[in-house]
């Protein structure tokens, strides 16, 4: 009986014993590597922030004073060329302001009203030039200034295909020290979000400091692919 139970199992056994060998049978040898690429272009757009603070002992004091200096500097930026459509308000916003007091509560001491707008550019070359115009108008909030790639997708595009050329180099270099010959690609796969790295770049934190040209650098920006490959290898 023993042995007849010994048979049994042995047999029904053999079918996941061959699944097994199988499995690892149909295993593909094949070598894995990352090819990584990068493309530095100098930005064709830019967009800075500016408007106005103004303050006043009465809320409306305040807000009157800013409507007036936006106004100009608002006329500043069509008489620079800027089209409506790339002039966007930001922030618009009406403050009480306190004075200091340490011992108990603090009694508002005037109002400070301020207005912002987004000004986007479509040549970084007038960058400085527009500050320039926007702080002789009066604007006296400077924001940072932001540059961009319009068309960073065919750029990225490039890099892919260099990122995949780097994959092979790669591969080929590791099948020629493994002594195989390499085949075709089994898996492509992109690794992460390709993210545009800008170098940045700053301006005068003051306006006070703006008495000469703006100084601007618009640098450039570094668009990265990074891709994991794995190459199958041809039966020798």
Request: glycine residues 6%.
């Amino acid at each position: 009986m023993k042995h007849t139970l010994a048979v049994v199992l042995m047999v029904a056994c053999a079918p996941l014993f061959a699944a097994q060998a199988a499995a690892q049978s149909d295993f593909s040898p094949a070598i894995s590597v990352t090819g990584e690429a990068s493309i530095s272009v100098p930005p064709d757009l830019a967009q800075l922030d500016a408007g106005v603070a103004s303050d006043g002992k009465t809320a409306r004091e305040a807000s009157e004073a800013n409507n007036t200096a936006m106004a100009k500097v608002l006329a500043a930026v069509k008489t620079a060329g800027i089209e409506d459509k790339d002039v966007q308000t930001s922030r618009l916003s009406l403050q009480p302001q306190y004075a200091p007091n340490r011992s108990g509560p603090s009694s508002i001491t005037g109002y400070r009203a301020s207005n912002r707008v987004t000004v986007k550019l479509h040549d970084v070359g007038k960058v400085a030039s527009v500050i320039d115009a926007l702080v002789g108008a009066g604007a006296n909030d400077i924001g940072n200034v932001n540059f961009t790639v319009s068309n960073a997708s065919a750029l990225l595009d490039q890099a892919r295909e260099k990122a995949l050329a780097d994959a092979r180099r790669k591969a080929e270099i590791y099948a020629k020290a493994a002594g195989v010959t390499l085949g075709a690609p089994l898996s492509i796969a992109e690794e992460g979000a390709p993210t545009p790295v800008f170098r940045a770049k700053m301006m005068p934190a003051s306006p006070m400091a703006m008495a000469a040209p703006t100084p601007i650098a618009q640098g450039e920006e570094t668009l990265s692919v990074s891709v994991a490959v794995s190459w199958g290898i041809k039966a020798q």
